[in-house]
């Protein structure tokens, strides 16, 4: 495998958990820059993140008992692969929440953390389909039939 091959191959697998980390810790950052971190203070975070990674499965399987096959092979889009707005977005969104919500300090870091895993997939989402849109114009433009 040829460094290039080798670079897309690692970009490729790295790009979900690379934008998802981005968010969370940003969204950790903005909260440890605001409040005075207690270790209640993680654990509700943590919490939240966990909620909110729950909401998404019973959304996404219809119930969290099924049977799930992880080898379906999917094609990715590029632009789809950088979270310019799953991990900026979410950290923006955080951000005002943080900065312009009245609720309490234990409240805002477990709604933080359910928002820094819902909205980052909710976001992915919206970058798959922009990023194929993108791609069905660039075709389009360039004479390329799909």
Known sequence: MSYSE???????HESIPYG???AVWGS????????NFTPELVFLFVSGGVTGYGILA???FKGI?????KNKQTKLIVASMIHVLASLGTVGINYLLITTSNLQ???IFFIVGVNATFS?????L???HISEDMLKLERKISGVKE
């Open 58 to 60: 019973i959304i996404a």
């Open 28 to 35: 950790a950052a903005l909260l440890l820059s605001s409040f």
């Open 120 to 124: 980052y997939n909710i976001m992915l």
């Open 126 to 128: 919206a970058e798959a």
């Open 105 to 107: 300090t234990p409240s």
């Open 6 to 12: 080798k670079l897309r191959s690692n970009i490729t």
């Open 20 to 22: 998802y980390t981005l």
């Open 65 to 69: 008992i099924k049977e799930v096959s």
